[in-house]
């Protein structure tokens, strides 16, 4: 079978065009629902799907913010501290609504009617309804081209026990998390199967 293979060539293809072909082929991506508050104590909330594991000792996550520090990066560099949130289909059109594009003298969480309850171990709020958050000390950020990525250290992770199975960890059908796919498209909970790792 002959099918036709199409090639973009990222050198001859508009940025903008470039950008949506990778965020739809880098799919499903997690999101990091990240939580922090600015130095002049306004607290902040908004999605962002950039977002993975850094490393695992010390155990660091990093999220990228497209064209500059948005609120969230500046934040997060500006205090040194934030929260990632994991985003539940039930919390998805509040992650949403947090993502317009609000002043940095707004509180999002009062913009987008999101209940917050402090973190635990850093200085900033989470979503209330999230059922685990990640709570980060800024380990470093970056500049990446257009972008500033920003790495944080995971202090504490909070988890709601309904999630946890008899292993300790988040159950991914019980923590049923929502994903970002290329346009506007959001990912639901997808099947899973088991496979051992070969040695
Ligand atoms: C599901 C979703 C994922 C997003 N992921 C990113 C991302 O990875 N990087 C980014 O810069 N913006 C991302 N955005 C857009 C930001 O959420 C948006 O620019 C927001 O206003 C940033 O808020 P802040 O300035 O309070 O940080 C995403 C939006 C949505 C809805």
Redesign the pocket.
Known sequence: MNIERIVRDSSNTDPGQFYLLLTASIVP?P??W?S?RSAAGVD????????SVASTAPPIIS?????GA??????AIETGEFVVNV?TESLTRK??A?????D?DRD?FVEADIASVPAETVNCLRVRDSPVALECRLHRHLEVGN?VVVMGEVVAVTLDASVVAEDGLPDFARLAP?S?LGR?E?GLPSRTIEIDRPT
């Open positions: 991506r999101i990091a990240v922090s902040n909330v908004a999605p962002y799907s950039f977002f999220f990228t913010s497209v064209g948005k609120n969230s990066a500046a934040n985003v992650a949403n947090s993502s317009a594009g609000f940095s999002e972008c929502m970002r506007q959001w």
